[in-house]
């Protein structure tokens, strides 16, 4: 636990120094700063019940699936604007961008996966803008196409989630959801248009899981 007095290391250097770069599993064509045993990633992320989890730090399933989906769909985002909620590490953001979208946002709440997502760019040779923000309750971005990746792992962000989607959706924006359906997943209000097998550090052994990719019923 961090001691009183204790400096918060500088989390771009952090990143640099103590999470190597490397291909993320099922996606060759990305490469992300990824945590490991020996990362001690506790002293950037902090162990207080506060701390946001460093959740960017690994890659999770719903994120995965869309990416790949993304990648080998380009036409999706090709021209459009794309805002990744729940942003991570970037992955979906890369994606993305690597796909063709016109102009590429994540939002994270953790200043540290923004610091993440600035590197992770970076490594990939894409242009990300990055803002750590809870947008859930603002008025609605400009962009075409909202993606969210393995945002339903908590039933109270989950209720959150889907509102906001909801809002998105009435207002013309097109909502894909990845997500290896998790406990919080409202299927009933989803249709499954794609599912992938990927990594899934969620899942509590890092193994590879199948992950699908949704459209809000309604979509288009």
Not at 160 to 179: K, N, P, T, W, Y
Not at 190 to 214: C, N, Q, W, Y
Request: charge should be negative; glycine fraction near 12%.
């Amino acid at each position: 636990m961090k001691r009183p007095g204790m400096q918060q290391p500088d989390p771009v250097a952090f990143i640099k120094a103590n999470l190597p770069i490397s291909p993320v599993p099922s996606i060759p064509e990305i490469r992300l700063h990824t945590a490991g045993p020996a990362s001690g990633l506790w002293r950037l992320a902090g162990r207080r019940e506060a701390d946001p989890a460093p959740y960017w730090a690994y890659p999770w399933a719903g994120g995965a699936v869309l990416a790949r989906y993304l990648l080998d769909r380009p036409e999706i985002v090709v021209g459009r604007r794309l805002l990744d909620l729940g942003a991570g590490s970037g992955l979906v953001a890369i994606a993305a961008a690597k796909a063709g979208a016109a102009a590429v946002t994540a939002v994270d709440i953790d200043a540290n996966a923004i610091a993440a997502i600035g590197l992770n760019a970076a490594i990939n040779g894409v242009d990300i803008v990055a803002r750590a923000a809870d947008i859930i309750e603002d008025p609605l971005p400009e962009i075409d196409l909202l993606v969210v990746g393995d945002l339903f792992y908590d039933p109270r962000l989950a209720l959150r989630v889907m509102a906001f989607l909801r809002r998105c959706q009435a207002s013309g924006i097109e909502v894909l959801i990845g997500d290896p359906e998790r406990a919080h997943l409202p299927q009933g209000e989803l249709s499954r248009i794609a599912t992938h097998i990927v990594a899934d550090f969620g899942g509590g052994t890092g193994g590879a899981a199948p992950a699908g990719v949704f459209a809000l019923f309604g979509n288009g």
